[in-house]
Structure formats: C-alpha cells, structure tokens
T-cell receptor
C-alpha cells in the first residue's frame, strides 16, 4: 500500500512568488491534514479536511494560504504571495479514523 | 490550551545501550492519545508507539516502550538495545479524543554512536 506522498520535496522561491504544494493521501483515507514546522520549532497544525470539506482550519496563519481538496482525493496548499516567514517544512498526513495519522515526507519550502 | 514539551533538543546513545527521551504535556482533558513519531534524515515520519490515556498499562513495541505517568503528565520513550537505524528526530504528540489535530513537541534529535 502506497503511503502519503508529497510534491515537490523541495521548493526555493523568491518573496512575493506563488508556490503550490501537493499531497496525495493513502487511498481510502477520508481525513487529510496539513502541518508546518518552522526551523527548530514544533510542528504546528494548519488544517483538516474530511473528504472535500474543511473541518478545521484554525491553524491557517493568514489569507495568503489557500488549501483545497479536489473530489476528496489529493490536496493542494497554495501560498500567495510567499513571505520569508513562510519558510519551513510542510507535512501532510492522512487517517481513516480519529487517532493515528500517517505522514508524508514533507515539502521543504525556502522563501528568499 | 494543550502543550507538549520535549526538553532535550539532542541526545546521544552508544549502540546496544538504552536511552530515554522525555516528553511532558499539559491538558485539562481526561481522554486523549499520546504518540511518539520518528523521522529519519530525509525520510518519512513514522509512528513508533501510541498510548491511550485511559489505559494504565504502558505501551510497548519491540525495543520501544513508554513510561506513561498520567498524574505527572509525563510520557517518556525508552529505546532498548539501540541500533544505528534508530538515529532520527523523535517527536512527541498529543491528541484529544474527539478532535483530530495533533499537538507536537519541538523534537529530540537522537544520535546513535557506533
């Protein structure tokens, strides 16, 4: 069974540009999550999808971040326009129920 | 608000020895889950062990075991017979039953010395 995959693995962009991160969850997992880890700090929750609906987006930092989940399958997280403080590792996770989440390898975003 | 604290940014252990990673948390809830995840360099973060708060028995998975002290809000991870492949960043996480989001600590980088 394929795990959670994320694309790209790394992205380097300039301040003001747009970046779109993609996450493909484990097949059959209705729950999909985005998290972010800024260098040296804790991993922080961004939002939670159940199928295509946003269940909880309390962790989204501001309106420069837009998350979508087309047809309840893969999800994208767009940052527009990117700022320096958006640099970090963005993790996606998925789960079938409410307990154990399975994480992807992360996308390392560097905003210059 | 719930918080998770990992006070050891980095730990080292000799191969075949035992090491304990610390994690404390703060919550007013009584029903929750605690997790240890491991992220090897440039690789996927994987679940090491999970503990349900209502269970008094400490969870174990092969060489990995936890010391869950609910009253003290402590959840340490013990790795026995450490192997080179155990070298990774270890994250402690909390999840309140009925919610889905995890709250993580800042992580502990474990080095295993040959």
């Amino acid at each position: 069974e394929a795990g959670v995959t994320q694309f790209p693995s790394h992205s380097v962009i300039e301040k003001g540009q747009t970046v779109t991160l993609r996450c493909d969850p484990i097949s059959g997992h209705d729950n999909l999550y985005w998290y972010r880890r800024v260098m040296g700090k804790e991993i922080k929750f961004l939002l939670h999808f159940v199928k295509e609906s946003k269940q909880d987006e309390s962790g989204m930092p501001n309106n420069r971040f837009l998350a979508e989940r087309t047809g309840g399958t893969y999800s994208t997280l767009k940052v527009q326009p990117a700022e320096l403080e958006d640099s970090g590792v963005y993790f996606c996770a998925s789960s079938q129920g409410a307990t154990t989440q399975y994480f992807g390898p992360g996308t390392r975003l560097l905003v210059l | 608000a719930q918080t998770v604290t990992q006070s050891q940014p980095e730990m080292s252990v000799q191969e075949a020895e035992t090491v304990t990673l610390s994690c404390t948390y703060d919550t007013s809830e009584s029903d929750y889950y605690l997790f240890w995840y491991k992220q090897p360099p440039s690789r996927q973060m994987i679940l090491v062990i999970r503990q349900e708060a209502y269970k008094q028995q400490n969870a174990t998975e092969n060489r990995f075991s936890v010391n869950f002290q609910k009253a003290a809000k402590s959840f340490s991870l013990k790795i026995s017979d450490s192997q080179l492949g155990d070298a990774a960043m270890y994250f402690c996480a909390y999840s309140h039953s009925g919610t889905y989001k995890y709250i993580f600590g800042t992580g502990t980088r474990l080095k295993v010395l040959a």
